[in-house]
């Protein structure tokens, strides 16, 4: 009998040696040199070479309750010894409980729980269902969103960087986004603009499309935008002009939803809003490839024809979705993530006053970001600066982000659970790669 083989044990240079013969080179990479990692426990991962890092993204805001949770892992083993795989043609008492655990936290009427494998298929299923349920065909979104990288999810993202095809799904529009910092309307932004942000979604439905959508599809706070967070009322006027044409509120919560935002288990609930219609992934089961669609008993009956996913909702998954929701509820993910939020958030403010090329600091919870720029007066983007300082973070042994439509937003987003001290230290290793970067 042939044994089993293993990967591990390789240096950085030989992963990125077959990773140049093997893989995509499209693929995008955070650093200059891509960055290898080999192991991780709770806010720390490791290089083949050692080296730790303090992991301040936790894989696009992905690892919720951290690297290596035990509670996750031994739900996980222990089913995986039990039942692997079966697809949605059969019945499974996790795929139940995952779908309970939502809906009891979930705002409104959100019940009803279709199970795919990655934020792009959520929101591939929302945008068909949306259609499927008013017999409409045209989604508006907003500019500056991100929503996945499939045809469709591909065709209501309005970054140019990714979008690689010429011609997108047709029928899809995008009114402007709510961006505070670069509001168009007046500056400082204030509570006018948000009236005037709404009118020009209410512009695009009448003007550039046939006045009938499915749907208004957008985040809560847009991710890889850099972390545009609209202002207050804006959703709640958004929402009465869809709905005054007849379409549904599609609520993208894949990057802000699980306490990420603190306070509240979901970005749009500090809105007072309910969605027709919330797509979650990444951080609901710590990195196991899980996307969810939720939505209204009304609007899932609506779906007449079959569905089915081959993997979607497999045991395996599940087992990790409902160790991953039992440590955030244990934990209190949300008021958590507020009090961490509070703490980053001041250092950021402190670090942005001695250093004038840190134009914004932004977010909400675990979820802010800087927008750097030449000069805090003419707010021209510096993508070469951010470059810079990205680098220079690997150099300190912190992991961040970027984001915005001009590669110029560093973005932070930790586990849920890091905790004061780790929070402390992270932000620590930031400012000596600020100051590296004046």
């Avoid at 409104?108 to 259609?131: D, P, Q």
């Avoid at 970005?267 to 089961?285: F, T």
């Amino acid at each position: 009998m042939t044994a089993p083989t293993f990967a591990g044990g390789k240096t950085s240079d030989e992963t990125l040696r077959g990773q140049r013969e093997y893989l995509l080179p499209s693929m995008l990479h955070m650093y200059q040199e891509p960055l290898v990692l080999e192991e991780g426990s709770g806010v720390w991962v490791r290089d083949p070479e050692g080296r730790e890092y303090l992991d301040l993204f936790a894989g696009i805001l992905t690892t919720s309750v951290g690297h290596c949770n035990p509670r996750v892992n031994e739900a996980v083993a222990a089913q995986m010894n039990r039942l692997g795989h079966i697809s949605t043609l059969y019945a499974h008492e996790l795929q139940v409980e995952a779908a309970r655990k939502l809906a009891e936290i979930a705002p409104g009427g959100l019940k009803r729980t279709f199970f795919t494998n990655s934020g792009s298929e959520a929101i591939e299923t929302a945008l068909m269902m949306a259609c499927v349920a008013t017999g409409r065909s045209e989604i508006v979104g907003l500019r500056l969103a991100y929503h996945g990288r499939s045809f469709m999810a591909g065709s209501v993202t309005a970054h140019s960087g990714w979008r690689p095809l010429a011609t997108p799904v047709a029928g899809i529009k995008h009114a402007m986004a709510p961006n505070t910092y670069r509001c168009p309307f007046r500056q400082p932004c204030d509570e006018t603009c948000v009236d005037r942000f709404v009118a020009d979604l209410e512009e695009v439905i009448v003007t550039t499309t046939n006045g009938a959508p499915a749907a208004f599809i957008a985040e809560t706070i847009q991710g890889v935008g850099g972390y545009l967070v609209p202002p207050p009322g804006y959703f709640r006027k958004a929402a009465e002009v869809i709905r005054r044409y007849g379409g549904l509120l599609i609520i993208d919560e894949v990057q802000t939803g699980f306490g990420r935002t603190g306070s509240h288990w979901f970005g749009i609930q500090h809105h007072g809003v309910e969605p027709d219609i919330m797509v979650m992934a990444k951080g609901i089961a710590n990195g196991a490839p899980v996307g969810a669609t939720l939505t209204t008993d009304e609007i899932a009956q609506a779906w007449r024809g079959k569905t089915i996913s081959t993997f979607g909702g497999n045991p395996v998954s599940m087992a990790q979705l409902c160790a991953t929701q039992d440590e955030l509820r244990v934990h209190d993910a949300p008021a958590h993530a507020q009090v961490r939020g509070e703490q980053l958030r001041a250092a950021l403010l402190e670090l942005q006053a001695g250093h004038p090329w840190m134009g914004d600091v932004r977010g909400m919870g675990l979820m802010q970001a800087v927008e750097i720029v030449r000069d805090p007066d003419s707010r021209e983007p510096d993508p070469a600066r951010t470059k810079a300082l990205l680098e220079a973070t690997r150099e300190e042994g912190v992991l961040v982000g970027l984001g915005g439509l001009h590669g110029n937003v560093v973005r932070i987003g930790p586990s849920l659970l890091i905790t004061e001290e780790e929070m402390a230290e992270g932000v620590r290793r930031l400012a000596r790669a600020v100051s590296r970067s004046d």
